[in-house]
């Protein structure tokens, strides 16, 4: 999954978009909560995200991604102790998600992967009238995107905690979902690791499915090879129309992230894919 880390900056920076106080900044350096014990559960009260969700409902194959339950800050436990009941959802891939309800009717675009939050917070300030719902396993995040949502009264953000594939496949109704972002997923740079990555042929023909005609596909990434692959697993599926010859431009509306920031100051070019739903 992308990585976003947080930063004193980059939560101010939310801050001054959103017309939130100091209290933002001021949550990234709370002090650390204790890690659970091996084997005990972070939540065992049920009130914030299970740490595997789907068990053993689901068959075993390669994953994209490796759950990070790692050590949570106070702010970011209490964060999902109060607000995971309303706005977080397990993907434990047994019943079919009610979009409608659960965004108040507002289109839902799905983000795979958001890190800490911050650039899905923004986005959320600039387009209320559009749900996103966030899917992600790392739970320090999770905790940290629920906190920013309340602090800046966004009520159009949703997390779902688990496998994005199950969410998909079980969770999703097809052509329920007004658009689907990728920013920076672990490009698993080794050869022999390539299979790990989501961009494959079956996993864009099953988000397809899921896509209503019109909804817009945007990936990012910084791996030029991982870009390529992008590139032509996108354009060889019949479902979806490249909205440009080839990488399309950084469009205005996806922030600017420290991570992002990072692989420029290396030297990486950002690429941005965009891609529509045919009808």
Same mark, same amino acid.
């Given at each position: 999954?992308?990585?976003? @880390?947080?930063?004193? /900056?980059?939560?101010?920076?939310?801050?001054?978009?959103?017309?939130?106080?100091?209290?933002?900044?001021?949550?990234?350096?709370?002090?650390?909560?204790?890690?659970p014990r091996r084997g005990k559960p972070m939540f065992p009260d049920g009130t914030g995200p299970a740490a595997d969700p789907a068990g053993s409902h689901h068959?075993? !194959?390669? !994953?994209?991604? &490796?759950?990070?339950?790692?050590?949570?800050?106070?702010? &970011?436990?209490?964060?999902?102790?109060?607000?995971?009941?309303?706005?977080?959802?397990?993907?434990?891939?047994?019943?079919?998600?009610?979009?409608?309800?659960?965004?108040?009717?507002?289109?839902?675009?799905?983000?795979?992967?958001?890190?800490?939050?911050?650039?899905?917070?923004?986005?959320?300030?600039?387009?209320?009238?559009?749900?996103?719902?966030?899917?992600?396993?790392?739970?320090?995040? &999770?905790?940290?995107?629920?906190?920013?949502?309340?602090?800046?009264?966004?009520?159009?953000?949703?997390?779902?905690?688990?496998?994005?594939?199950?969410?998909?496949? /079980?969770?999703?109704? @097809?052509?329920?979902?007004?658009?689907?972002?990728? #920013?920076?997923?672990?490009?698993?740079?080794?050869? !022999?690791?390539?299979?790990?990555?989501?961009?494959?042929?079956?996993?864009?023909?099953?988000?397809?499915?899921?896509?209503?005609?019109?909804?817009?596909?945007?990936?990012?990434?910084?791996? /030029?090879? #991982?870009?390529? &692959?992008?590139?032509?697993?996108?354009?060889?599926?019949?479902?979806?129309?490249?909205? #440009?010859?080839?990488?399309?431009?950084?469009?205005?509306?996806?922030?600017?992230?420290?991570?992002?920031?990072?692989?420029?100051?290396?030297?990486?070019?950002?690429?941005?894919?965009?891609?529509?739903? !045919?009808?």
């Amino acid at each position: 999954m992308s990585e976003n @880390p947080a930063t004193p /900056e980059t939560l101010a920076a939310v801050a001054d978009a959103t017309g939130a106080d100091a209290a933002v900044t001021a949550a990234a350096t709370a002090a650390p909560a204790a890690a659970p014990r091996r084997g005990k559960p972070m939540f065992p009260d049920g009130t914030g995200p299970a740490a595997d969700p789907a068990g053993s409902h689901h068959e075993r !194959r390669i !994953r994209s991604f &490796q759950p990070r339950r790692s050590r949570v800050t106070a702010s &970011q436990g209490d964060a999902l102790r109060r607000l995971w009941p309303k706005w977080g959802v397990d993907v434990d891939g047994l019943s079919r998600l009610d979009l409608d309800a659960f965004f108040d009717g507002r289109p839902v675009v799905l983000e795979i992967g958001f890190g800490m939050g911050e650039a899905t917070a923004q986005m959320a300030a600039a387009a209320p009238e559009t749900g996103i719902l966030g899917c992600d396993v790392h739970t320090p995040g &999770q905790g940290h995107l629920l906190g920013l949502a309340e602090r800046n009264g966004l009520s159009n953000i949703r997390v779902a905690n688990g496998d994005a594939i199950i969410l998909l496949r /079980e969770m999703l109704a @097809p052509a329920s979902l007004a658009g689907l972002r990728v #920013y920076f997923p672990d490009p698993w740079p080794k050869k !022999r690791h390539h299979k790990r990555r989501l961009i494959q042929p079956e996993f864009v023909a099953l988000a397809a499915t899921r896509l209503a005609p019109g909804a817009l596909v945007h990936c990012a990434t910084d791996w /030029e090879p #991982y870009a390529e &692959q992008m590139l032509e697993v996108l354009s060889a599926e019949p479902a979806l129309e490249n909205l #440009y010859p080839g990488y399309a431009p950084r469009p205005d509306f996806r922030p600017l992230t420290r991570f992002e920031g990072q692989g420029l100051d290396k030297g990486h070019t950002v690429h941005d894919l965009l891609f529509r739903r !045919r009808a």
